[in-house]
C-alpha cells in the first residue's frame, strides 16, 4: 500500500533551520512530482514547493529564497530544507504526491517560536 511519512518537524526558534524529510513507498516515486503543502490553524492547505521528476522546482512566494525541495530517488524520499524560519511559518506540513495519482502524508507540526 502507499505510504508517505513525513518527520524532522518540532519547535525552532525565529531564524533557525530544518530539513523535513517524506519516506515513499508503494509507487513508483521516480515517476511522481511531488509537493510539500502547510496548514496554518483554522486556514486551508496551502502549496508550498513542488518538484517535478526531473527536478524542477517551484515555490510559493512567501518561502522564496527562503525553502529548498529536493529528493532522492534512490532514497525514495522528498526533502524540505527551511531556512530563516518565522513564526509565520508555524504550520502542519504535508507531503503530497501530486501527478500522476495524489497522495497524502500525515503531517508533521513545524512551530517557530522564541
Known amino acids: 500500500q502507499v505510504q508517505l511519512v513525513e518527520s524532522g518537524g518540532g519547535l525552532v526558534q525565529p531564524g533557525g533551520s530544518l530539513r523535513l524529510s517524506c519516506a515513499a513507498s508503494g509507487f513508483t516515486f521516480s515517476d511522481y512530482r511531488m509537493s510539500w503543502f502547510r496548514q496554518h490553524p483554522g486556514k486551508e492547505r496551502e502549496l508550498v514547493a513542488v518538484i517535478t521528476n526531473t527536478g524542477i522546482t517551484n515555490y510559493a512566494d512567501s518561502v522564496k529564497g527562503r525553502f529548498t525541495i529536493s529528493r532522492d530517488n534512490a532514497q525514495n524520499t522528498v526533502y524540505l530544507q527551511m531556512n530563516s524560519l518565522k513564526p509565520e511559518d508555524t504550520a502542519v506540513y504535508y507531503c503530497?504526491?501530486?501527478?500522476?495519482?495524489?497522495?497524502w502524508g500525515q503531517g508533521t507540526q513545524v512551530t517557530v517560536s522564541s
Open positions: 503530497k504526491a501530486l501527478w500522476p495519482n495524489i497522495y
